[in-house]
Nanobody, 121 residues
Framework: QVRLVESGGGLVQAGGSLRLSCAASGRTFSSDTMAWFRQAPGNEREFAAA????????YYADSVKGRFTISRDNAKNTVYLQMNSLKPDDTAVYYC??????????????WGQGTQVTVSS
């Protein structure tokens, strides 16, 4: 069974940092683009960051560029999202995804269950 399991979410004050992890199991994802999306209450799920299979290319939404960093460890089948300078607007459920390169949901075949990030002002 293919699974993506996120962890590392929580409550943090504005200006703080969190590091999310996404552990994949069931098959290797070393050939997949890995990405993070997020969904705030009442909003559509939106793209945050992506990294190619080899790690040679990344792409960030303008809203997180310069503050968030995506990385991956293919040996551990794990992808990370380092989030710095967090703002209340970053409050959302964060989802890990695996699939093809792109910033749209349809590019990704596999999804995790999400982890809540709450940023207090």
């Amino acid at each position: 069974q293919v699974r993506l399991v996120e962890s590392g979410g929580g409550l943090v004050q504005a200006g703080g940092s969190l590091r999310l992890s996404c552990a994949a199991s069931g098959r290797t994802f070393s050939s997949d683009t890995m990405a993070w999306f997020r969904q705030a209450p009442g909003n559509e799920r939106e793209f945050a960051a992506a990294m190619t299979a080899s790690g040679d290319r990344t792409y960030y939404a303008d809203s997180v560029k310069g503050r968030f960093t995506i990385s991956r460890d293919n040996a551990k089948n794990t992808v990370y999202l380092q989030m710095n300078s967090l703002k209340p607007d970053d409050t959302a459920v964060y989802y890990c995804a695996a699939g093809a390169w792109g910033s749209y949901r349809e590019a990704y075949q596999y999804w995790g269950q999400g982890t809540q990030v709450t940023v207090s002002s």
